[in-house]
């Protein structure tokens, strides 16, 4: 199983500031059809740890179809 930490994550997702990563992560947004996953342990800084097979399937599923969608419309 690898990892991600939140500045490679962030790296994925266009170079996202902090608070925009934590914005996809709350069940009340409104930009996917799922949030994005929780990191599976958390510490401050750059350091929290996400599951890269769980965020990979998040960003194929979501994040990177709803670009598609937006550059559609």
Known sequence: MGYLTSKEIR???KNC???TLWRYQQPN???F???MPQPIK???GSSSLWDEE???EWLLKYFNNNQ???LSS
């Open 68 to 70: 598609m969608s937006n």
């Open 11 to 13: 790296h994925k997702l």
């Open 29 to 31: 947004q409104k930009m």
């Open 17 to 19: 500031s902090p608070s």
């Open 54 to 56: 769980m965020f990979n």
């Open 33 to 35: 059809e799922k949030p």
């Open 42 to 44: 958390k510490c401050a």
